[in-house]
């Protein structure tokens, strides 16, 4: 509740008011009408995805009356694009679409909010009136922190997008999009599925970071590879691939995602995303942390993310908890009575986090039965004695200590302490 009124105060607060628009082949996009737009796309692989992006506004043709589904794009062409593609042009007028803005909202609020102020500010999806045309759609992805101006593939440099762009560069700009407004994915997953895509050039990327996103397009389905098993990083992007891909980016119906052969590993699928598990003892500790969580919170709200766990009251502050840290408000956080969690990619490690004043209405019960597992044979009571005279002494800078055979370290920061185990 509490992130739906707040969507709908930010998605009022914006006055949104647009280009030139310029194989992986794509799941077809039905088309609207039967009458062609363009004389030069009867037998392409892309007509139906040319005609509805067309209907749409998304893009227009030449003076000939053709669309050359088959030149390269320029980056700068790509990126306008991109952008319009969140929008919607209705009685001439381009602006971004309400319902992605309210799904950004939830997301990325700091973003929906940039964005507002750049369309207050003058933002329409047309090109410059004088100097270089493309100026409006890049500074606007500096301007709400999509790239950094220093951005190793595409630093705020204009003669950068003024080039032919190939598809490695496409996975960078896609991937960025799709990490930071659509979805995260675990990037040890993403590792995996990049010595085991099948594909026999995914890794003759350039040795850049460029590279960074090859597994996430492809776990996403906004871009494939071809029949004969190649990727082709280094071809150039045609127009008609560059429309299929930001309509896959844009609308989810289209994506055909990739599915790893995940036999023989350990993994959990936490709301709808795959997260590896390293080895067996994690994966048995991962386990075992969820299955107690059900049993002994009761009245309190069980969040996770990822491979961890926290208790709070409700389901409400959880909410109301994610939206401030991805607003960057952390100060107004609400406490949480702990959460635990096991380490990320191949990190041999178990963490608990819980407050130093040991006030846990909602957790008391799990916190003990956490110190239980974490010992591996029921001597939680010894181990809360020897934290608790830990405590007493220990800052910012970790004790560790052995306890049971097993590796302990113990720090404070802030309001919280930290109980790590090491196996």
Same mark, same amino acid.
């Given at each position: 509740?509490?992130? %739906?009124?707040?969507?709908?105060?930010?998605? &009022?607060?914006?006055?949104?008011?647009?280009?030139?628009?310029?194989?992986?082949?794509?799941?077809?996009?039905?088309?609207?009408?039967?009458?062609?737009?363009?004389?030069?796309?009867? %037998?392409?692989?892309?007509?139906?995805?040319?005609?509805?992006?067309?209907?749409?506004?998304?893009?227009?043709?030449?003076?000939?009356?053709?669309? !050359?589904?088959?030149?390269?794009?320029?980056?700068?062409?790509?990126?306008?694009?991109?952008?319009?593609?969140?929008?919607?042009?209705?009685?001439?007028?381009?602006?971004?679409?309400?319902?992605?803005?309210?799904?950004?909202?939830?997301?990325?609020?700091?973003?929906?909010?940039?964005?507002?102020?750049?369309?207050?500010?003058?933002?329409?999806?047309?090109?410059?009136? /004088?100097?270089?045309?493309?100026?409006?759609?890049?500074?606007? &992805?500096?301007?709400?922190?999509?790239?950094?101006?220093?951005?190793?593939?595409?630093?705020?440099?204009?003669?950068?997008?003024?080039?032919?762009?190939?598809?490695? @560069?496409?996975?960078?700009?896609?991937?960025?999009?799709?990490? @930071?407004?659509?979805?995260?994915?675990?990037?040890?997953?993403?590792?995996?599925?990049?010595?085991?895509?099948? $594909?026999?050039?995914?890794?003759?990327?350039?040795?850049?970071?460029?590279?960074?996103?090859?597994?996430?397009? $492809?776990?996403?389905?906004?871009?494939?590879?071809?029949?004969?098993?190649?990727?082709?990083?280094? !071809?150039?992007?045609?127009?008609?691939?560059?429309?299929?891909?930001?309509?896959? &980016?844009?609308?989810?119906?289209?994506?055909?995602?990739?599915?790893?052969?995940?036999?023989? @590993?350990?993994?959990?699928?936490? @709301?709808?995303?795959?997260? $590896?598990?390293?080895?067996?003892?994690?994966?048995?500790?991962?386990?075992?942390?969820?299955?107690?969580?059900?049993?002994?919170?009761?009245?309190?709200?069980?969040?996770?993310?990822?491979?961890?766990?926290?208790?709070?009251? /409700?389901?409400?502050?959880?909410?109301?908890?994610?939206? $401030?840290?991805?607003?960057?408000?952390?100060?107004?956080?609400?406490?949480?009575?702990?959460?635990?969690?096991?380490?990320?990619?191949?990190? !041999?490690?178990?963490?608990?986090?819980?407050?130093?004043?040991?006030?846990?209405?909602?957790?008391?019960?799990?916190?003990?039965?956490?110190?239980?597992?974490?010992?591996?044979?029921?001597?939680?009571?010894?181990?809360?004695?020897?934290?608790?005279?830990?405590?007493?002494?220990?800052?910012? %800078?970790?004790?560790?200590?052995?306890?049971?055979? !097993?590796?302990?370290?113990?720090?404070?920061?802030?309001?919280?302490?930290? &109980?790590?185990?090491?196996?």
């Amino acid at each position: 509740m509490f992130r %739906k009124m707040v969507n709908l105060v930010i998605a &009022l607060s914006l006055i949104i008011g647009a280009g030139f628009i310029g194989a992986d082949s794509a799941p077809k996009v039905e088309a609207a009408e039967t009458k062609l737009p363009f004389k030069d796309i009867e %037998k392409h692989w892309a007509k139906d995805n040319i005609i509805s992006a067309y209907n749409s506004g998304l893009i227009e043709g030449f003076p000939d009356g053709t669309f !050359r589904p088959n030149d390269v794009v320029k980056a700068d062409q790509f990126v306008a694009m991109m952008l319009k593609a969140f929008s919607k042009t209705t009685d001439g007028k381009t602006e971004f679409d309400e319902d992605w803005i309210m799904e950004l909202a939830d997301k990325r609020p700091d973003t929906a909010m940039k964005l507002g102020l750049l369309v207050r500010n003058g933002f329409d999806f047309k090109p410059a009136k /004088s100097g270089y045309w493309a100026k409006p759609f890049i500074d606007l &992805l500096y301007e709400v922190d999509y790239l950094p101006t220093f951005d190793e593939i595409f630093p705020k440099n204009y003669d950068v997008y003024k080039k032919q762009i190939k598809r490695e @560069q496409a996975s960078y700009l896609l991937g960025e999009w799709y990490t @930071q407004y659509d979805n995260t994915l675990d990037p040890y997953y993403a590792d995996f599925v990049t010595t085991h895509s099948g $594909l026999k050039d995914f890794n003759t990327f350039t040795n850049t970071s460029v590279k960074n996103y090859r597994a996430h397009v $492809l776990l996403a389905g906004i871009m494939t590879g071809y029949p004969n098993e190649n990727f082709y990083p280094h !071809r150039f992007v045609t127009r008609a691939e560059a429309l299929t891909l930001v309509q896959r &980016l844009c609308d989810k119906t289209l994506r055909t995602p990739y599915q790893p052969d995940l036999t023989g @590993q350990y993994y959990a699928e936490v @709301q709808g995303n795959i997260y $590896l598990i390293s080895d067996k003892f994690k994966y048995d500790m991962y386990n075992s942390m969820a299955e107690l969580a059900k049993k002994h919170v009761t009245n309190g709200y069980i969040s996770q993310d990822g491979l961890g766990f926290a208790v709070l009251d /409700s389901k409400e502050t959880a909410d109301k908890n994610d939206f $401030l840290f991805r607003l960057g408000d952390y100060e107004k956080l609400a406490p949480v009575d702990l959460s635990v969690g096991v380490g990320a990619s191949t990190t !041999r490690l178990l963490m608990l986090v819980y407050p130093i004043n040991k006030k846990m209405p909602y957790a008391a019960s799990y916190f003990d039965s956490l110190l239980n597992l974490f010992t591996g044979n029921d001597k939680g009571t010894e181990l809360k004695a020897k934290i608790i005279s830990i405590e007493k002494t220990v800052g910012t %800078k970790p004790v560790e200590f052995i306890f049971n055979n !097993r590796k302990f370290s113990l720090y404070a920061e802030g309001e919280i302490f930290t &109980l790590a185990m090491k196996y």
